[in-house]
Structures are given as C-alpha cells and as structure tokens.
C-alpha cells in the first residue's frame, strides 16, 4: 500500500454504513478502497473464482491519471510505452516506420489491463472483506437499504443480506443493471465492429524485439502492441453487418473469415494461432451503455457497466477512476444523504462521459479506418505533422478538443468548483 494511503487509512473514521461492491475490476476495487477511505465498510463480490491478471493494451489519459493520483493508484502503476517506431505492415510482409500510441497527444501511460487492476488492489485496505465466486440474484429496496440475495457458485449456498448502498461495477452485462434497472436490450447499443485481444508469448514474426505493429485494411485491422518490459499484446477489430454470426463458430474462425478471403500472410496467421492458443482472451462484439440515470434509489452503476465508452475512446479505465474518485468525494459531502451524493456524483460526470461517448464512434478511426483514403491519410499524418501547415491540419484531424476532455483533470476541476456543504460551513460559524 502506498504511504499516502495507507496514512489515509489510518485516520479513517467509520461511517457505519455498508456498500456492496460488485465486481472485481479496475472500477469495482477503486470504488472500494475509496468508499473504505470515504469511512464505508465495503463487501465486494466478484463472479469469478479470483483475481484475473494480464489483459490487454490500455492507454491511460491525464484525466485518468489525476483521478489515480488522488486515489493512490498511479504510484503503484509505471508506464510501459514503447520507445521503438512500430511497424506498419501490409500481408505480403512490406512494412514501413508506423505511428506510435505514444505519439497522440497528452502522452498516455501505456500500461495493461492486470497493472491498473494490481494497482488499484494494492490501496485495497487488508480489512476489506472480498468474496470470489458470488454473484448478486435479487436486489430489492427501501428508503433505508438494500436487500441482496447473494450466491456462492463455489459452495451452492445463498444468503440474504441488508447495505445501505449497491455499486453495480460488473462491467458491460452487468447483472445489477439488469436485476434493478431492466433487461439489457433497453441499454447495450451495439457499434457494428469486433474486437478480439489477447497476450502474445514471445516476439511476432518480422518484429524486433519490443516492436510495435500494425497491419491497417478497409474496415479491419490488427495490432501488435509493445511494451517496455513486458511481452506484448495483440489486438484484431473489424466492422460486421450481422454481430449475431459472429458469435457461431469459434472465434478464431469468425477472425479468418473477416480477414479473408485473401490469404492471411505469416502476421496475421501467426497472430491469429497465438489467439487460438491463448488461455487469456477476450472476443466481443463492441457496444456502448446507453442509461437515462446511473443510479436509481440506493443503487448506483459504475465503469462499463454503466457508461461503456468503448475501447475505441481509450477512456474505460480512466472513466472508472474518475467515477470511484468523485463518488468518494461526494459521500463525504453529503455524510446523511445518499440521495444527494449520488445526485451531484452523476451532475458533475455525466456531461464529460457523455462526451466521450459521443466521440467514440469517430475515435475508432484511430483503430480501424472505413477506406484506402483514410488509411492513405493516416501513412502521410506523420510526414505531414513535421511541416508547419501540416501541423495545423494534424492537429485539427486529432480533434485538440477531444483531446482536451481526455487529458484534463476532469474531477479535480469539478472538486475546485464545489461549494462548501452545509454541515461543513456550519461547524466554522
Ligand atoms: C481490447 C480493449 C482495449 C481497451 N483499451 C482501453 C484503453 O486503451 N484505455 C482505456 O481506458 N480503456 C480501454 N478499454 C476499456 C477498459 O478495459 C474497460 O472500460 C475497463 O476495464 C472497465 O472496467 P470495469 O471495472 O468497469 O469493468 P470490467 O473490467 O468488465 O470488470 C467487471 C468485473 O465484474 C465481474 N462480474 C461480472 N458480472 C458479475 C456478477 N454478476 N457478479 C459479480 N461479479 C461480476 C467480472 O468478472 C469483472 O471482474 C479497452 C477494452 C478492450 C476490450
């Protein structure tokens, strides 16, 4: 733990009341560490047996990052970006310099999945009680809580238990908006593109060791992402017309036919054997959360499972940062009034998530182009950008504004704006 928190869990003073987490990812352990800083006695449930480690490439932006830093996160995180040109490859093996993630604006920390997830567990105070293998399977409440029947798939037993507070973080299908808000269908909007992910062992074929690539087509394209320290991970996205089909068959036969017909080339077979074989992966089609309230009564949703951005806005982890950090500082505005709390929690984030929400959709022209002019476009970004009037079209086809609202400390400026609470203006008269 670091010192910062770990001096922080000292001078917690507990506030009686108990949240159940579920969910164990990046949004559903910070929110916990910092509901326990916030004086909480948070329970979380996690569907799975334990912890999962690995995952894939995320760039964490500056919004993300404040947000970390004040939850103590970021010290337990380091970057691993890359200091090598990737390689931008076409199937017949020709490859030329590429452009680099970290060359986007407000230089991201490259990191995995697993790192942000491991640091985030490790402000986990030791005192916070995490059950494996549980999943919520009825939640009802009143003015005063919640009661969830919880089961445990390990031992086959439930048990019913009273919160004062419910943190849906189960991430995209998630079962709590599900049990308290309504079936999926009224929220999940599918964008018409697949993603699969996976670790790579080792180095891709052609690829210097810690060398990026990528191999960019009309509508589909394939990534190898690098890291300083660690073995890389590849990614492979691609437009569908029926996301249905592509969850007939195995994943590693919807990858070789959406990449075909032509021949594959050694990368992409290659890439696509590594997926095959990997324990770890993940295949899904891409879909965003669309919700008219992320909280309803005494049950808030957090992350993906309330706002999913997509990975195309490369704001999911730093989203679920900025979501626990400000539900933390809104608890402790409002000690006695949930309601409150929640209200203002959601006020302040909504416009900013909403946002990149929006801009999701042409984000994903940084993964995956529509047609040879884009593409052709993209080849030319880096030799243009070293002109001075390319610099300028550079610079407005990177949209500075997006950039902005992803590189900002979106919930610091939010917490500098606050007034005062009551009670607090109160105890200095
Ligand atoms: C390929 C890819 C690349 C990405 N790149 C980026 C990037 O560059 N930058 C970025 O910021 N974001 C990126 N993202 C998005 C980011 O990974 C997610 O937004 C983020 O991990 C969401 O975290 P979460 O904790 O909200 O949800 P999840 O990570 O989905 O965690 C949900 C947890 O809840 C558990 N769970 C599910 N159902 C239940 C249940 N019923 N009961 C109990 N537990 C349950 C799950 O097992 C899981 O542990 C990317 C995503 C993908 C797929």
């Known amino acids: ?56 490439f995320i760039a964490l932006f500056g919004a993300g990052q404040a947000a970390a830093r004040r939850l103590g996160i970021l010290d337990a995180m380091h970057n691993r970006t890359g200091r090598d040109v990737p390689a931008d490859l076409d199937r017949t093996g020709r490859s030329r310099p590429g452009m680099s993630f970290a060359d ?26 995490v ?38 973080a189960d991430g995209l299908r998630s079962t709590v908006r599900r049990l308290t808000f309504g079936p999926h269908a009224n929220h999940l909007r599918r964008l018409g593109y697949m993603v699969a992910a996976c670790g790579y062992p080792g180095t891709p074929p052609g690829l210097a060791p810690g060398q990026g690539a990528t191999l960019l087509e009309p509508e589909r394209s394939m990534w190898v992402f690098a890291f ?33 017909p032509e021949p594959l080339g050694i990368m992409l077979e290659d890439v696509i054997a590594a997926f095959e074989a990997a324990d770890d992966k993940l295949f899904d089609s891409v879909e965003q959360v669309h919700m008219d309230s992320w ?25 679920g940062f900025m979501g626990a950090d400000l539900l933390g500082a809104m608890l402790e505005r409002h000690p006695g009034d949930i309601r409150a709390a929640l209200d203002e929690w959601e006020r302040a984030l909504r416009p900013h998530i909403q946002y990149y929400q929006d801009n999701a959709f042409d984000d994903r022209k940084i993964f995956v182009m529509d047609n040879p002019w884009e593409i052709r476009l993209r080849r030319f ?49």
């Open 1 to 56: 733990m670091t010192n910062l928190v770990s001096m922080l869990c000292d001078m917690i003073e507990d506030s009686g009341k108990r949240a159940l987490v579920v969910g164990m990812g990046v949004s559903g352990i910070a929110t916990a560490a910092r509901l326990r800083r916030a004086g909480w006695t948070p329970v979380i449930i996690e569907r799975a047996p334990a912890r999962r480690t690995g995952g894939y």
């Open 295 to 319: 909280h309803r009564g005494r049950v808030i949703l957090l992350g993906d499972a309330a706002w999913c951005v997509t990975l195309y806005a490369g704001m999911g982890v730093s989203a």
């Open 381 to 429: 970004m880096p030799k243009l950008a070293r002109t001075r009037i390319g610099a300028l079209i550079a610079k407005r086809f990177l949209r500075p504004e997006v950039m902005e609202r992803k590189c900002t400390d979106i919930v610091g400026d939010v917490l500098a704006k606050l007034p005062t609470p009551e009670h607090e203006r109160r105890s200095v008269a």
């Open 131 to 168: 059950r494996f293998s549980t999943v919520p399977t009825a939640i009802e409440q009143d003015d005063d809580g919640v009661t969830v029947t919880l089961h445990d798939s390990a031992a086959g037993t439930s048990v019913t238990e009273r919160f004062d507070l419910v943190v849906g």
């Open 104 to 129: 986007l604006p407000g230089e991201p920390w490259i990191v995995l999945r697993g790192d942000a997830e491991n640091a985030a567990y490790s402000t986990l105070p030791d005192d916070v009680e």
């Open 228 to 260: 300083t320290d660690h073995e890389p991970t590849i990614m492979m996205t691609y437009r569908t017309d029926d996301v249905d089909a592509e969850f007939t068959g195995t994943p590693a036969e919807r990858l070789r036919a959406a990449f075909g």
